[in-house]
C-alpha cells in the first residue's frame, strides 16, 4: 500500500484540498519498520487490544438498537456511526473516516477535470477551515484567507457535517459559484463570500531570477508537495544554477503541505548531513532521524520564505532549512501542524486516514499548534491583509461606521487614495477619496460605496497583492541572499 495523499491528496487535482497540509508517509519510511511499529505499540502501550467482554459489549449494543429501536434502521449507517464515533473521541482534526460512496465520489474527480475553489480546508475546534488558499486560485482572488473559519454553504449551515461532507458540497462545476459563510478573527459579523469555481493549474514549482545589488539571486516558489514537486524543484534549480546564481529564495507561503517524500528529495538537495532534515516519532516515543548524504553546502546562501498558510510539509522544509542548513527564515509564523497520517483500506471500499506519528525538527522540537518563527519577521502591508466587501444592497455613505467601512479604507489608503482615516467611520476625507478613486477607474462619482465600486476597489488591490515590487517579505528575502 502507497501512502500519501490518497484520496485527500487527489484534491490537489480538483483543487480542494483536506488535512490541513496532510503530511504522508510512503514505503520507504514503513518498508522496515512497519511490523514492528504496530506489533510494538500493541506489547508496549497501555491501549491493548479489545477483550472478548468488551466486544460482546459492542455486539449486545448493536444487537439491542437494531432490535429494539421505535423505528427501522440502517444497519450500515449504524456500523459507520460507530466508527465515526470512535474517531470523534480522538479529538484530532486529521484522523477521519471515508464511507464507500464518499471514497467513490473522491476517486472519480481523479478521471474529471481539474476544477474547484483551490483551498486547503481542515477541521479545527469543529469548525471547517481554510488552511490556505493556492496561487491565483478562484480562492485567493476571491479574498479568502488562513484561518477563515466557514460557517454556511450557499446560505445553509454545515453544523453537523464531517470534513468530506462539506468538500463535496463546495466542489462544483467550472464557472458556477459558491456562497461561503465566513468567519474572520477580527471582524465582528460573518462574511459572505463568493467563489467561482475554475480550473485549477496542478504546477506546484515556479521558478525566477532577480538582480538585487548587482547579484542574481533566484527564486523557487513551491505552491504544494505533489509526486512531481521534487524532480520539478531539481530540474529547475539545475536551470536556475547553470545560468549562474549568487543566492536562492524559497518560496512556501501559502504551501499547505503533501508527499512527506518530496520533502524528502528536496532537503536531500539542500542540505549536508551533519544534522537529520526531520525526525519521525511513534506514539512511543520511538524516533527515526532521517538524515540527507549531501556533504556540503551550497555554494551560495538560501533564504526561505514562509507564512501562516505554510503547514505540515511546508514547514518540515522550512524548520530544516533553519535548524539542520542554518539559514534565515523570512515572513510570520507557520501554520503549526506536525503530525503524520496513514490511510488504510478498510477491505470494503471506505477507508480510515489516522495519525500514527509526530514530526520533529531537526533539533527535536514539536511545532504542533505552535508554528515555525521566522528568523526575520516581515508582515505586509496592511491592504494585504484587508477582508472583502460584501455590499449588495445598501452602500457604504458617509456618516456610516463599521468593519466594511473599514476594510475599504484600508484598500483606499492601500491604493493611494488618503481616507483620512481607517477605524471604520465614513468621514468627509474617505468620501472625498471614494469620489477620487471613482474618477481614476470612470465610475460614477458619488462618493458612495457600492456593489460596483467595490469589486473595482478589491480588483485593484488584488492587483497590487499581486504586483512583486509590493511584496515586502520576498523583497527582504531577496536582499539577504545577495549579502
Known sequence: ??????????????????????????????????????????????????????????????????????????????????????????????????????????????????????????????????????????????????????????????????????????????????????????????????????????????????????????????????????????????????????????????????????????????????????QIEDRNGNKQRLISSLKEKKPYPIVGLIDEGSASASEILAAALKEAGGYKLVGVNSFGKGTVQQTVDLGDGSNLKLTMFKWLTPDGNWIHEKGIKPTVKVEQPDYFYANPLTVDKEPLAYDMNNDQVKNAQKMLDGLGFAPGRTDGYFSEETKQAVIAFQKKNKLEATGKIDAETATKLQDNVLAEIRDRSNDLQLKTALELAAE
Open 1 to 278: 500500500m502507497k501512502l500519501k495523499w490518497q484520496i485527500v491528496a487527489a484534491l490537489v487535482i480538483f483543487s480542494l484540498f483536506i488535512g490541513a497540509g496532510g503530511t504522508y508517509l510512503g514505503m520507504t519510511l514503513l518498508d522496515s519498520n512497519e511490523a514492528t511499529v504496530d506489533q510494538g505499540a500493541a506489547k508496549n502501550s497501555k491501549n491493548q487490544a479489545l477483550t472478548s467482554k468488551e466486544l460482546d459489549k459492542i455486539k449486545k449494543s448493536y444487537e439491542f438498537i437494531s432490535g429494539n429501536y421505535v423505528e427501522n434502521i440502517d444497519n450500515e449507517e449504524v456500523l459507520e456511526g460507530a466508527i465515526k464515533g470512535m474517531i470523534g473521541t480522538l479529538n484530532d482534526p486529521y484522523s477521519v473516516y471515508m464511507d464507500e460512496e464518499t471514497v467513490q465520489q473522491f476517486t472519480e474527480s481523479l478521471d474529471s477535470s481539474f476544477e474547484g475553489i483551490g483551498a486547503e480546508v481542515s477541521m479545527q475546534g469543529g469548525k471547517v477551515t481554510i488552511v490556505a488558499p493556492f496561487k491565483d486560485s478562484p480562492a485567493e482572488k476571491a479574498g479568502l484567507k488562513p484561518n477563515d473559519k466557514i460557517l454556511t454553504i450557499d446560505g445553509k449551515s454545515i453544523d453537523g457535517l464531517d470534513l468530506y461532507e462539506a468538500v463535496l458540497k463546495i466542489r462544483g462545476e467550472k464557472g458556477t459559484t459558491v456562497t461561503l459563510g465566513i468567519q474572520r478573527a477580527g471582524v465582528s459579523e460573518p462574511l459572505d463570500v463568493k467563489v467561482k469555481r475554475d480550473e485549477i493549474p496542478i504546477e506546484t514549482v515556479y521558478a525566477d531570477q532577480f538582480n538585487i545589488n548587482g547579484k542574481t539571486i533566484g527564486l523557487l516558489e513551491i505552491t504544494s508537495f505533489s509526486e512531481e514537486t521534487a524532480k520539478d524543484f531539481q530540474e529547475e534549480l539545475n536551470a536556475l544554477e547553470e545560468k549562474g546564481i549568487d543566492g536562492l529564495v524559497i518560496d512556501v507561503r501559502g504551501n499547505p503541505g503533501g508527499y512527506l517524500e518530496s520533502v524528502e528529495h528536496i532537503s536531500k538537495i539542500l542540505l549536508p548531513g551533519n544534522k537529520p532534515y526531520v
